[in-house]
């Protein structure tokens, strides 16, 4: 099954390694988006192998849109469901950026306002 979500990455937990009973070594690593819904859910995905060097490219605050796969399994009569990015690309379509969004409420981008009443045409 494969699905496309879209939302704002709350965070972006450290990587997990280990190796795999065949003597393969693995590298796995988990982030927290927040869909822009009526009412928004966080949803916790997984990037494993090269992926993890893709997520590197984002920080928490960066909108991104992540095709991912569903995939549940048993273990001694529990089901465990895991999410599983294959891709992640920034929302805008833009590269992404390391750098957080400019803050447009920031006090050093507020707008200047001037006493020129030449070009004032408001009564008071």
């Excluded at 494969?2 to 937990?13: E, R």
Aim: charged letters at 25%; a negative charge; glycine letters at 6%.
């Amino acid at each position: 099954m494969a699905l496309d979500i879209t939302g704002k990455i709350l965070q972006i937990m450290p990587t997990t390694t280990g190796t795999s009973k065949a003597g393969k070594d693995w590298v796995k690593q988990e982030f927290v988006i927040e869909t822009q819904e009526t009412y928004p859910k966080k949803v916790c995905i997984s990037v494993m192998g090269e992926k993890t060097q893709e997520l590197k490219k984002y920080v928490p605050g960066n909108e991104v849109k992540v095709s991912l796969n569903l995939e549940s399994r048993e273990y001694n009569g529990k089901w465990y469901t895991n999410v599983n990015a294959w891709r992640i690309e920034s929302a805008s379509g833009a590269p992404a950026s390391a750098a957080p969004q400019e803050d447009p409420f920031h006090p050093d981008n507020e707008p200047s306002f001037t006493a020129d009443s030449s070009s004032d045409d408001l009564p008071f």
